[in-house]
């Protein structure tokens, strides 16, 4: 079946610090891959995502590469601030006929001043 | 434009008592989804409806878990009777798309206690 694997938090940065989150998927065929991110007290919200190898989604200078061979989006960004503090989810769509997303467990990342 | 809605945004019950969610999907959008979130088990689909018919209702913990959409803008999640181990952050998140392109926009959450 689908599985989303992503390394385990939390996270824990100073402002300015370079984040990497990993995740890897298992899924058949050539799944939409995202990533959401959940501040304190509110739903997911998509950050961004990917539909096909070697895509690269960005948003709010936070990216990630669709790399089919490793199966793996990782999430970066360059430099980190205190309000990116949050919990982030990666997850994958299969594209194939009635699909709903799978989730990691998702990775809280800490950052202080 | 108005998100999903979703209530009560707490709930704090007895073990035994009945618990209905309610959740309001987003204005156009045709496929609706329950998720239940725990620390222990982190995000986990309960049930999902496409143009108000159930889907995929294989995420349902049990028997004493049902779910309705009577119409395009109106579901819920109820548990009878509920049980402590139920406590959790329940999800609704609603799409335009069945495509694998398809974002997936959340509520708030309700936060369940059962006591």
């Known amino acids: 079946g689908n599985s989303v694997t992503q390394m385990e938090g939390p996270v824990t940065l100073s402002e300015e610090a370079f984040l990497t989150i990993n995740c890897t998927y298992t899924?058949?065929?050539?799944?939409?891959l995202f990533w959401y991110v959940q501040y304190p007290g509110e739903g997911l919200q998509l950050l961004l995502k990917?539909?096909?190898?070697?895509d690269k989604g960005s948003n709010k200078g936070f990216e990630a590469t669709y790399r089919k061979e490793t199966t793996s989006f990782h999430l970066e960004k360059g430099s980190v601030q205190v309000s990116d503090s949050a919990v982030y989810f990666c997850?994958?769509?299969?594209?194939?006929?009635?699909?709903?997303?799978?989730f990691g467990k998702g990775t809280m990342l800490l950052v202080s001043p | 434009d108005a998100g999903v809605i979703q209530s009560p945004r707490h709930e704090v019950t007895e073990m035994g008592q009945e618990v209905t969610l309610r959740c309001k999907p987003i204005s156009g959008h045709n496929s609706l989804f329950w998720y239940r979130q725990t620390m222990m088990r982190g995000l986990e689909l309960l049930i999902y409806f496409n143009n108000n018919v159930p889907i995929d209702d294989s995420g349902m913990p049990e028997d004493r878990f049902s779910a309705k959409m009577p119409n395009a803008s109106f579901s819920t999640l109820k548990i009878q009777p509920s049980e402590p181990r139920d406590s959790a952050v329940y999800f609704c998140?609603?799409?335009?798309?069945?495509?694998?392109?398809?974002?997936?926009?959340f509520g708030e959450g309700s936060r369940l206690t059962v006591l």
């Open positions: 997850a994958l769509r299969p594209n194939s006929g009635y699909s709903t997303l799978t």
């Open positions: 998140a609603s799409s335009t798309a069945q495509g694998n392109t398809g974002e997936l926009f």
């Open positions: 990917a539909t096909k190898a070697d």
């Open positions: 899924a058949t065929g050539y799944p939409s």
